[in-house]
């Protein structure tokens, strides 16, 4: 989908309604003001009045406000910025895990080794936004879902959004919505009463939430793999397959969360080439609400949900090896990680010894939740605890920032510095890089062998495949070789 330039066909499918382009573009309407995902059900425009944009947020930037119908600020990402791995795609990855509301774009552009001006520049000129209104538009729809669904007083709500003040609060919210905030949430439907409050402020009942996917998505596997990776302490799926939950503990910047993913939404149709998007239900509790756009950003990336799976299923069909396997799993996801540091230690040390590190280093829940008492430790507490071996090592470079594996992170940059700790292999290293880093494109299989390149660039869900269908891959010098 990241191929689409052409007006042309871009108009071809705001007219055919297609939800397969919803997040790859938004389109405007210079007659009535407003943007759209493609697939909005409104009457279609004259081809002579729309307009085309990367982001919703360089509509906004336009002067354009979000359609009500449609609510194109709810789309899935877009897959390219996961995808790419140049300064534009790892910007998005961090602006989408709040370092410009947390750090400014002075932040972003160190992270990035590139000067505020550059970074600036690159993101309009590709985007049409810069950071500020990219971050701004996030913040505007963090605002919205909290607005719709919680009993939190407006004014907090401004602030948990990430906003300086109400009064820039209420102005985005006019500008993005043409709505006050007041107005965002008398609106809502089904809208809750007061409701109970948690002593911290939180609804008791958490923030439910709606988790947007494109295409379709096989939902077994992904639990099936956090089901058996799931650490006692932090981790636990309950339930029986095709009605699971998973249930986790959070590490954020400015506090702590659980969160809850249904595998199956209750009556609800799974997508049809018609209606080819769907979502997981997930309810989120935080000490700090201020970590909403963060946590959701993690989650979306543990459970691949702005993937494009039209684009990987058509490439790995191609193959007469992976056809069958596509065609029986369309929309199979590669997972990536809700904390990639705990992932990375997860890598080096195992499930078992994962829980030894929890038990002994793990911090604490101030109101345990179950069996999810502590969230993961920090590479600090480790690399001081238990500075020896590869764990020690790891754990080190983690603390002191000689290795990156934020969203933002140069992937070739942390796979070379994993490689250079002591007692790291290769195989490892590809676990870290598909799963904490997200690369779609990862070529070391099970055991450290490489997979053909004629399955790039989704060579990372490729192998996903092989392990859904219970293959095991060896690969000779000139062939691949798959055995049941």
């Known amino acids: 989908m990241g191929g689409v330039t052409k007006e042309e066909t871009r108009y071809e499918a705001v007219r055919s309604r297609d939800a397969r382009f919803d997040g790859v573009f938004f389109f405007a309407v210079e007659t009535t003001g407003i943007y759209c995902r493609p697939s909005c059900p409104a009457v279609t425009p004259k081809r002579r009045n729309v307009r085309y944009y990367a982001t919703a947020a360089a509509a906004q930037s336009s002067g354009f406000r979000a359609c009500r119908r449609c609510r194109p600020d709810a789309v899935p990402g877009s897959a390219e910025w996961n995808v790419r791995a140049d300064v534009v795609g790892r910007a998005m990855r961090m602006i989408g895990d709040g370092v410009v509301d947390r750090e400014g774009v002075s932040g972003l552009a160190i992270r990035l080794g590139y000067s505020a001006r550059q970074v ?5 000129a590709e985007l049409g936004a810069g950071p500020v209104a990219l971050a701004r538009a996030q913040r505007a729809h ?9 009993a939190l007083p407006i004014t907090e709500i401004a602030f948990a959004a990430g906003f300086a003040s109400v009064r820039q609060f209420n102005d985005t919210m006019r500008a993005v919505y043409a709505s006050t905030p007041s107005e965002l949430r008398a609106a809502a439907p089904g809208r809750r009463g007061a409701g109970a409050r948690d002593a911290d ?7 439910p939430l709606r988790l947007a996917h494109r295409g379709p998505y096989q939902s077994g596997p992904v639990f099936d793999l956090l089901a058996a990776e799931a650490v006692p302490g932090i981790e636990v799926v309950a339930g029986a397959p095709g009605s699971r939950t998973y249930r986790r503990t959070l590490r ?4 702590t969360g659980i969160v809850a993913v249904d595998e199956r939404r209750s009556g609800r149709r799974a997508p049809t080439s018609n209606h080819p998007s769907g979502w997981l239900d997930a309810r989120l509790h935080l000490t700090d609400l201020r970590d909403l756009t963060t ?11 702005d993937a494009d799976p039209y684009a990987v299923d058509e490439r790995l069909a191609a193959d007469p090896l992976l056809a069958p396997l596509v065609a029986a799993r369309p929309g199979l996801r590669s997972p990536g990680a809700a904390d990639p540091e705990e992932l990375a230690v997860r890598a080096v040390v195992g499930r078992n010894e994962a829980e030894r590190l929890v038990r002994a280093y793990g911090k604490a829940l101030d109101a345990p939740c179950g069996t ?3 969230v993961f430790p920090e590479p600090a507490v480790l690399a001081e605890a238990e500075p020896e071996g590869t764990l020690g090592a790891l754990a080190a470079a983690l603390a002191d920032g000689r290795l990156r594996l934020d969203a933002g992170a140069d992937r070739d940059d942390a796979a070379s510095a994993l490689l250079a700790l002591p007692g790291m292999d290769p195989h490892t290293v590809a676990v870290i890089r598909a799963r904490a880093l997200g690369d779609p494109d990862v070529a070391v299989g099970p055991p450290g062998e490489q997979v053909p390149d004629s399955w790039r660039p989704w060579r990372s869900y ?3 495949h092989l392990k859904a269908a ?3 891959v060896t690969v000779n010098t000139s062939e691949l070789e798959v055995d049941e």
Do not use: M
């Open 295 to 305: 946590a959701v950003q993690r989650l979306r990336r543990l459970f691949d949900l």
């Open 470 to 472: 219970g293959h095991q």
């Open 372 to 374: 999810l008492t502590h």
């Open 120 to 124: 600036q520049r690159q993101l309009t």
């Open 252 to 255: 954020l910047p400015y506090g």
């Open 462 to 464: 490729a192998l996903r």
């Open 142 to 150: 963090t605002a919205r879902v909290l607005l719709q669904t919680t």
């Open 201 to 207: 402020g939180t609804p008791s009942a958490g923030i």
